[in-house]
């Protein structure tokens, strides 16, 4: 995980991160990332506020021009990772 917040300060600019552990059962456990972008302050700062800032990216942002950002944002961190 430390290698990914490098790689996503330095490659996406992303300084700050929600992290959400769940652990399910004894073998295997569950980390999710969420990224804090600039237009989610809108929603709030606090942990409340993730909800609606997921909400809103499903139901707004699931856009051709939005996927093809993740997609190529996707492939800035692949190769960040794979060159540490």
């Known amino acids: 995980m430390t290698k990914i917040r490098k790689a996503q300060r ?3 600019g ?3 991160v929600y992290y959400f552990y769940n652990e399910d ?3 295997h456990f569950h980390t ?3 990224p804090r972008y600039e237009w989610m302050y809108q929603f709030g700062r606090s942990i409340e506020s993730v909800r609606p800032v997921l909400l ?3 139901n707004e942002m699931n856009t051709k021009e939005h996927n093809e950002e993740i997609r190529e944002a996707i492939q800035k ?3 960040e990772l794979t060159e540490m």
């Open 14 to 16: 992303i300084e700050y």
């Open 56 to 58: 809103h990216a499903r």
């Open 77 to 79: 961190l692949r190769k």
């Open 25 to 27: 059962t004894t073998h």
């Open 10 to 12: 330095n490659v996406l």
């Open 32 to 34: 999710w990332m969420v």
